[in-house]
């Protein structure tokens, strides 16, 4: 068996100019797709780091209000002394109240007050 087309050369059959342009539009249509997702990719880290020069840079009143909101439920705090009022975490007033209404012999439920 002897090979038709001789050494070096190729068939005259072959269509070259087919085979590269669907290289190029293969190539060309991966390309489009990076810098589509590039895009999208780079508008999401922009959202972001707009929304956190917000919260941190351009809002201080409102991070000011929320750290000090924070404080109040998570903090203790003497109200009136006189009167021997105390500002305690949220979390231990409500183990407190649960404590009290347990030893009243009041069953836990999920009913909101007032309904």
Known sequence: MS????????????????????????????AVAV??????????????????????????????GEVAGMRKITQYEVVDQAAGVYAIPIERAMEIVAAERAAQGDAPTMALPGE
């Open 3 to 30: 090979d038709s087309y001789g050494l070096a050369a190729e068939p005259e059959d072959v269509p070259v100019h087919q085979i590269f342009l669907t290289g190029a539009v293969i190539f060309g249509s991966i």
């Open 35 to 64: 810098i589509v997702l590039f895009q999208i990719y780079n508008k999401g880290v922009q959202t972001a780091s707009l929304e956190a020069a917000a919260e941190y840079v351009a809002f201080p009143q409102i991070r000011d």
